[in-house]
């Protein structure tokens, strides 16, 4: 019986010792699936958390083009059908159940993963053409300053310095530190940086109340496990927001602490990407609901 958990680590362990991680996707053959955008269900609505990571993988794996994914049923109710010798993909759904006090314990809610199989739509015939991808040009290099990505950044009253030559999020000032803009050598690396840096910023006790915890999760790898958050953070955000996830320059002396976290625990990187998607819930609750519209 396949076991979602080591399966899911196993991949994106392959693909980091590769140098390719599922969140840096590549530009070939102008293919929408190359592209930053998160993975669909049938309705159109994003998957989230370690979903978008499993199917980033498995489409850049494979050399599926669609964004779209489907059980085996819901292809049926739209008249069309998987393919025989399809494979599926694991998705996973986080549900809560409450158990009833007992004489010795308390009532208690807790978490529980189901997992099911969805199938992408180049593996499933007889779907409307709009479930099929078109063979697109990769998106024009960006210049400038992007409004959309500042004033989303300005809504998250997280103090912003500039100077220096790092960059990085300081706990004790609650300060993101960033060097200047023009010291970046294309927009889309100085915003990816920034949104990591914010990504971290949400760990703070006054919002998401992460980086005390992780010692305590992670051992002495805490600090790669907030690292990959923040990692997996920026790359959400940036697939959200439409902008290129351009590779941090420290991003190579990561990769080692990743993978030690990754085969030390299985399910660390559903752990990770939970608490990704929780960070970039937050920022997005803070924006006023026109620009939530935009960057959904």
């Not at 059908?81 to 996973?92: D, I, L, N, S």
């Not at 990591?196 to 109340?209: F, K, N, Q, V």
């Not at 927001?241 to 320059?249: A, D, T, Y």
């Amino acid at each position: 019986m396949r076991n979602a958990y080591q399966e899911v680590t196993d991949r994106i362990i392959a693909m980091l010792e590769a140098g390719t991680p599922p969140w840096r996707k590549q530009w070939t053959d102008g293919a929408p699936a190359a592209s930053l955008a998160r993975p669909l269900r049938s309705n159109g609505m994003p998957y989230a958390g370690a979903n978008v990571l499993n199917l980033w993988a498995a489409a850049q794996m494979r050399g599926f083009r669609s964004r779209y994914w489907m059980t085996f049923k819901t292809a049926l109710e739209l008249n069309a059908h998987v393919r025989k010798g399809a494979r599926g993909e694991f998705a996973f759904y986080v549900g809560k159940k409450t158990l009833e006090a007992t004489d010795t314990t308390d009532e208690k809610t807790i978490s529980f993963l189901k997992t099911y199989f969805v199938f992408n739509a180049d593996e499933i015939d007889g779907l409307p053409p709009h479930y099929y991808a078109e063979t697109a040009p990769a998106p024009a290099p960006v210049v400038g300053r992007l409004e959309a990505v500042d004033n989303f950044v300005s809504h998250l009253g997280v103090p912003i310095a500039h100077g220096g030559n790092r960059a990085f999020y300081s706990p004790s000032a609650d300060r993101v530190q960033m060097p200047t803009f023009e010291q970046f050598e294309e927009p889309a690396a100085y915003y990816s940086t920034l949104l990591h840096e914010m990504t971290h910023a949400t760990g703070h006790t006054s919002r998401c109340d992460r980086m005390d915890k992780w010692g305590k999760r992670f051992g002495d790898s805490g600090y790669a496990a907030e690292e990959l958050v923040a990692e997996l953070g920026a790359a959400f955000l940036c697939s959200d927001l439409g902008i290129s996830n351009e590779p941090r320059e420290d991003h190579a002396s990561y990769l080692a602490g990743w993978i030690s976290v990754l085969k030390a625990d299985n399910r660390a990187i559903f752990t990770a990407a939970g608490a990704a998607e929780k960070a970039c819930s937050w920022m997005h609750e803070r924006q006023p609901q026109e620009e939530m519209d935009l960057a959904a």
